[in-house]
């Protein structure tokens, strides 16, 4: 019985975590760096592009991380939410251009 609620308590901890659009780490970085570094992070952040096998893209950014002044590190191993596998993504960076900015 403790041990259910204890359980439970978990679930609701992670699903409001999920809820949230931003992670903790990428609100902290948002709070503690000046304006233009944070835009900067940001914006490195959402170039970053994790590919599935079967085509579903995802940027770092969307899932809760944070590419910043880094490079190589070429995927990672985690769930589709697309397909629903666990696959290796490769990870690569696709500039925003800007001409997609102005
Ligand atoms: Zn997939």
Same mark, same amino acid.
């Given at each position: 019985?403790? /041990? !259910?609620?204890?359980?439970?308590? /978990?679930?609701? +901890?992670t699903l409001k975590r999920y809820n949230e659009s931003m992670s903790f780490i990428q609100k902290l970085l948002l709070?503690?760096?000046? +304006?233009?570094s944070a835009k900067s992070m940001e914006a490195e952040s959402?170039?970053?592009i994790y590919t599935c096998p079967c085509g579903h893209t995802c940027?770092?950014?969307?899932?809760?991380g944070v590419r910043?002044?880094?490079a190589g590190t070429p995927g990672r191993v985690m769930k589709c939410p697309r397909? +629903?596998?666990? !696959?290796?993504? !490769?990870?690569?960076r696709t500039p925003i251009s800007a001409d997609s900015l102005a």
């Open positions: 019985m403790i /041990l !259910t609620n204890f359980q439970n308590r /978990l679930r609701i +901890g709070a503690v760096l000046p +304006g233009a959402r170039e970053w940027s770092v950014w969307d899932l809760g910043w002044k880094a397909c +629903g596998k666990i !696959t290796w993504q !490769t990870l690569s």
